[in-house]
């Protein structure tokens, strides 16, 4: 499959785990949070099941009626904390090749908007990308495909959405990618997600930035 696969126009990512190293940093933010309300926090993977969801769910599920107080705390934690979130091995090295090589990028994330800009900032990235569409900008969250269409469309690549990939690391990218019909290349970080490689059938998938680096330097050469 590689064999024929072209070097996109343009590469869209979504940010947590896929650029930025966040899981940890995440489940902790939302055990501090738990805690400050009065929940008990969360233990060994628990978080897993709800990282990547649109954030008006996920909030609502894991805090219910105190899902506002907790959106307040969760930001306070964030904001007081950024220092500790590090962005994926390779991560920049993929930004700085695209660049060099004139492909449009952006990030499509389910996250707060204010929040990811700010960590993109952060990490002097904010010229690597054409657009950012976050939680609440689009008609609909992921899995829906329509924040990712809505970046294409402010790239002015919705007619090209063939050459334009969507990078993702959960089944959540996958489906967006799918919805928008835009090529998807999962990041699995090693795990086991031949269920989701069968449903969505990306066009790649490795197990992290450094691969997805590799492959594009090959791509080019």
Wanted: hydrophobic fraction near 40%; include cysteine; proline fraction near 4%.
């Amino acid at each position: 499959m590689s064999a024929k696969i072209r070097h996109p126009e343009a590469v869209f990512f979504d940010w947590d785990g896929t650029l930025v190293d966040s899981y940890g940093f995440l489940n902790d933010a939302h055990s501090y949070v738990l805690g400050e309300l009065g929940f008990p926090p969360f233990i060994q993977d628990e978080f897993k099941e709800y990282f990547g969801k649109p954030r008006e769910i996920l909030y609502t599920t894991i805090y219910k009626h105190l899902s506002e107080e907790a959106k307040v705390l969760f930001e306070k934690y964030v904001n007081e904390n950024t220092d500790k979130l590090k962005y994926m091995p390779a991560a920049d090295l993929i930004l700085n090749l695209l660049k060099e090589r004139r492909t449009v990028m952006g990030v499509v994330s389910n996250k707060k908007g204010s929040i990811v800009r700010r960590e993109i900032e952060n990490y002097g990235w904010s010229s690597n990308f054409s657009v950012v569409v976050a939680a609440g900008e689009s008609a609909a969250d992921k899995p829906s495909g329509e924040p990712l269409l809505k970046a294409l469309s402010l790239t002015n690549l919705r007619d090209k959405r063939q050459s334009a990939w969507y990078v993702g690391d959960t089944e959540i990218d996958m489906k967006c990618a799918q919805e928008a019909r835009c090529p998807a290349v999962l990041l699995t970080a090693g795990e086991d997600m031949s269920a989701t490689k069968r449903e969505y059938n990306p066009i790649l998938s490795l197990k992290n930035c450094q691969e997805l680096y590799e492959f594009l330097v090959a791509l080019n050469a």
